[in-house]
């Protein structure tokens, strides 16, 4: 069964950090590409990271880059996202998802989503 599993969120101080972990099943990771993506109440789900499956190229939005990293550990077949420096902005639903084109921000380009973890910033 092909699936992906989100854990890591959490409720966080600003400044601080969480490393979110995206575990796959029924595939490998490292044949696609795989995205981050975050939904706050509200708002449209979108795009935070891409890391390729051909060469590793890793996409970033602006708003996190510099903040956040994305990695694959290709043995355990998961995606994390460590993200430091967290703002209150940064609240949302945080999930991955599995493209079967090359990395993009647009979520119709994936087909297989996790769950979400919820990432709560606060003071």
């Known amino acids: 069964q092909v699936q992906l599993v989100e854990s890591g969120g959490g409720l966080v101080q600003p400044g601080g950090s969480l490393r979110l972990s995206c575990a796959a099943s029924?595939?490998?990771?490292?044949?696609?590409?795989i995205g981050w993506f975050r939904q706050a109440p509200g708002m449209e789900r979108e795009g935070v990271s891409c890391?390729?499956?051909?060469?590793?190229?890793?996409y970033y939005a602006g708003s996190v880059k510099g903040r956040f990293t994305v990695s694959r550990d290709n043995a355990k077949n998961t995606v994390y996202l460590q993200m430091n420096s967290l703002k209150p902005e940064d609240t949302a639903v945080y999930y991955c998802?599995?493209?079967?084109?090359?990395?993009?921000?647009?979520?119709?380009?994936?087909?297989?989503w996790g769950q979400g973890t919820q990432v709560t910033v606060s003071s």
């Open positions: 029924g595939f490998t990771v490292d044949y696609y590409a």
């Open positions: 998802a599995r493209s079967l084109r090359p990395c993009s921000g647009r979520p119709s380009s994936y087909n297989v």
């Open positions: 890391i390729s499956s051909s060469d590793g190229s890793i």
